[in-house]
């Protein structure tokens, strides 16, 4: 959005000026008129405007602006707390509100005492910021509820929905990887996982078989990016981890939905062709964007087992990406949680009991423990996004005399 780009601008001009002139200066004044006048432009589009800082992006509501993307001031304000900026067109915002709000950031910045001459608990609260999904205050008592009821949360991921099944057609009919928009339903869903006063696991729910490597895509995306957080990693190495989660099963596009959706163990032939999904999805990340490493590597390694089980089978047997570890226990997660024509979803419970069991094995032991940490933690935030419609319930096919049940795909 134009407007936000130029009120940003104006926005780090402004605090560059206030920066180095005292209060009443004209240069300061005339900066400040600047970026009044700004806001106001962007309240014409936009009534209640809100920014978010993170790392090296900035997006406005759910829309990344790419123009200023690697933009200094971003890493600046995000370091002193301003992870969020949200103006309200709705309470009047007097300039001396915005004079003040510019020198308690550079005082913050520069760790001077503030200049303003209004003082901070005056301020009417037309200007809010703070963390990512912090309001500028006292945040709720918890909800006694296990999961938060969708209808107290201001999305649904239907757009990044959409956009995910766009990116898996466009690769059917043999085109190139839209990277651009797999890189923008990174971010959506990076906003989405912050739009509460917490982290949140906006997880979606799946509506019908026939959707599955959607939402699975879309979930083993936000579950990545929230262990990636977990264990510490930065704001670029996130989303690269969320654009890996959201990718790795990207060769499903070339499997014949019968096999797919099989309600049965497969046959030789179908295990073989369902197996070459993951050498399938590098060789397409990797056609499409040569600089998409990280992800080729997570789609060919994320069913490989940590001890060599699995596949494709490694010919001289070595360590797997830590990325393809972090996906690969996302991915079960969710695979596992959900509702599949060969069985039914199994609970929570069991699948963290699962992933402790396997740990060592199938999963890396670390790469395991954290999951579990972050889930015991997160779980009481953890959305299920709920839909009208769900597929009906799977009936238990026979498995054979010495085979094995079919492993989560």
Known sequence: MLEGVEFLHAFAQALAVVALYPPNHARRRGALDDVYQRLLDLFAVDERPVFSFLGDEVVLGKQPLREMRDWEWSDRLAGIGMQRLEFDSSIPISLEELDALLDDIVARLTLRPSTSSMARQERVTGIR?????????????????KEIAAETIPFSLTEEAEAVVWVHE???????????????????????????????????????????????????????MGLAEWLGLGGRDVRAVGVAGLLHDLGKVTIPKEILNKPGTFTDQEREIMNSHSA????????????????????????????????????????????????????????????????????????????????????????????????????????????????????PSAVPAGQAPRPPE
């Open 129 to 145: 910021f703070g963390a990512v999904g912090v309001g500028d205050e006292p945040a709720p008592e918890e909800p006694d509820e």
């Open 170 to 224: 466009v690769l059917q009919d043999g085109g190139e990887l839209p990277l651009m928009e797999a890189e923008a339903v990174v971010r959506s869903l990076t906003v989405a996982m912050h739009g509460d006063r917490q982290m949140m696991l906006p997880l979606l729910q799946l509506r019908q078989f026939d959707e599955y490597t959607t939402t699975h895509s879309l979930n083993v995306s936000v579950l990545s």
């Open 280 to 395: 399938e999805g590098a060789r397409m990340i990797l056609t499409s964007d040569q600089q998409l490493d990280l992800a080729a590597t997570v789609a060919y390694e994320h069913h490989i087992m940590i001890d060599g089980g699995g596949y494709p089978s490694l010919r001289y047997p070595r360590d797997c990406h830590f990325a393809s570890k972090l996906v690969h226990v996302c991915d079960v997660y969710d695979a596992l949680r959900t509702n599949r024509p060969y069985r039914a979803p199994w609970p929570a419970k069991r699948v963290m009991a699962y992933i402790e069991e396997k740990s060592g094995t199938e999963f890396d032991g670390a790469m395991a423990q954290a999951f579990k940490a972050m889930m015991d933690q997160w779980e009481p935030r953890l959305t299920t996004l709920q839909v009208d419609e769900t597929p009906p319930a799977p009936q």
